[in-house]
């Protein structure tokens, strides 16, 4: 049995003025909304339930229970004053309930395939970027696990917005969730910044993809070229 928690509570700050009425996961590329491109490609996988976690005007993501029948949607009450952290402690029972995917609900993915993998641990998907990177990124020891999850580095995975965690590790980050939600700056954590704090206890390598499979847009010049893009295709 595997389960996917998608991230869709955010405000989407930087598509504005976008998204002032319509939440990011919502707006359509290749006339499709990006979120559905995600549970597409978890439906792809056979996942068993996939739960959206809402917040930011999350009534509209009601029709996706009508549309996908093992699509069910968790309130995120705290998504204004507290980072993505609350997304997943919102979300921390049906996590420990199986395997489990974690996914971002902003991406565009074009290539459903990318989750085609047979995984046997519990990983992030990462894209090789050569040379110095600003982004979220992974560091690897020599035998393949990940001993840094953090911002910057150099000829480093970057993240994508993709991790998988089986049932054991799914626990133990429910857990770790729970126990880091209400202590001393927990409002300014992403829920990765858990996973980094307790990599000795959570064993993650990096499957990796190809940049052309994940699409992350951010900003409205981006979405924008790749509009064009698909129209010249």
């Known amino acids: 049995m595997t389960n996917a928690i998608i991230m869709a509570s955010g405000l989407g700050t930087r598509m504005r003025p976008l998204t002032e009425k319509i939440p990011k996961p919502l707006i359509k590329v290749n006339n499709i909304p990006m979120i559905e491109t ?4 978890l439906l792809s996988k056979n996942i068993n339930n996939i739960y959206v976690v809402v917040g930011y ?3 509209q993501f009601n029709y996706l229970c009508e549309k996908y029948k093992n699509v069910s949607l968790i309130q995120n009450p705290d998504y204004e004053k507290v980072n993505n952290i609350s997304s997943i402690y919102y979300a921390k029972n049906e996590l420990k309930m199986a395997d ?3 996914c971002e609900a902003d991406l565009f993915i074009p290539d459903i395939t ?3 993998y047979d995984l046997h641990c519990s990983c992030y998907f990462g894209k090789m970027i050569e040379g110095y990177s600003s982004d979220w990124v992974f560091e690897l020891s020599d035998n393949g696990y990940i001993t840094r999850v953090g911002k910057g580095g150099n000829n480093c995975y970057n993240m ?4 998988y965690f089986t049932k054991k590790d799914a626990c133990i980050l429910s857990e770790v969730i729970k126990k880091t939600y209400n202590t001393a700056g927990y409002e300014n954590l992403f829920w990765d910044d858990v996973v980094n704090n307790n990599l000795d206890k959570l064993k993650l390598k990096i ?4 940049k052309s499979q994940i699409i992350e847009i951010d900003t409205v010049e981006e979405l924008e070229t790749i509009r064009k893009n698909i129209k010249c295709r």
């Open 160 to 163: 994508v917005g993709i991790s």
């Open 207 to 210: 499957n990796p993809v190809k």
């Open 100 to 102: 489990c995917f974690i």
């Open 114 to 116: 990318v989750f085609n």
């Open 38 to 41: 995600v549970i597409n490609g």
């Open 57 to 59: 005007l999350g009534f």
